[in-house]
């Protein structure tokens, strides 16, 4: 009860300031929130909360000499952190400088229609998987490409089947490299994407499968992946990868990834509807036939 009493006096002496530093912490945190879900980033995340936990739990314990040394490490902790995380530390400078402004502070951006370009994109692949032609296909989101789209060159094209299979032609001057696709269009190809170092991958893939999923730990594109030797189709989201997908199951993750959330959301509510009305007819019928 003394602390509600004590809690209640605190809110009563706060000023407007205090209510905005509130507001623009709880903002960024939730803003900031969703880069940890990477794997890298979450091991630094860690590793601080482990040590500030440890920090806490010694000091209330009175563990003088262990206490002691935990806090010699917080002394030097930011220089540790960069040096035994860098390749982490970078990833999230990535992602923070590519993340758009709009997004971040929640602006609705102009809509495209994916649907024609994900049924030219799954039927190209599927010809290529067919006849064993690699290919690297970067679908940009809210992460800016443009590091990347200055390694190959422009073209600013609509995304066909026909476009994607003459860049990935064997033969063709840019078919080792990656198109990169922005807002339903081809914005540039033969782009050179970073690799991953993940231990996770399977020893048998190769450079395309690797910067598929560089890309993908580096900004929230989606990545799919044409084998070369295998013809196998893969997706790479997140730094995870998805390997021997059939075209319909690519063209539903394509559809469930690119497709924006309140457009989801009203498919949903259709098909809520739907079925619904479609419950509804038949209990009306069972009630007529009896």
Known sequence: MNYLETLIQKIGTMQWSDYLDIILVAFLIYKLLPMFRASGTSRVAKVIFAILVLAWFTETAELNALNFLINQVLAVGLIAVIVLFQPELRRMLDHISNMKLDKFFGVRREQYDMDPMIAQTVYACEVMSREKVGALIVFERDSRLDDYTKTGTA????????????????????????????????????????????????????????????????????????????????????????????????????????????????????????????????????????
Do not use: W, Y
Request: charged share 30%; glycine share 8%.
């Open 155 to 290: 073209i600013d094209g609509q995304v066909s089947e026909q476009l994607l299979r003459n860049i990935f032609f064997p033969k063709a001057s840019l078919h080792d490299g990656a198109v990169i696709i922005r807002q339903g269009r081809v914005a540039a190809a033969g782009c050179v994407l970073p690799l991953s170092d993940s231990k996770r991958l399977s020893a048998d893939l190769g450079t395309r499968h690797r910067a598929g999923v560089g890309m993908s730990e580096l900004s929230d594109a989606v990545v799919v992946i044409v084998s070369e030797e295998t013809g196998a189709i893969s997706v790479a989201v997140g730094g995870m990868l998805k390997r021997h997908l059939a075209p319909q199951t690519l063209e539903r993750l394509l559809r469930n990834e690119l497709h924006e959330e309140d457009e989801k959301k009203e498919e949903n509510l259709v098909l809520l509807l739907r079925q619904k009305l479609q419950k509804s007819v038949k209990e009306e019928g069972s009630d007529a036939g009896k």
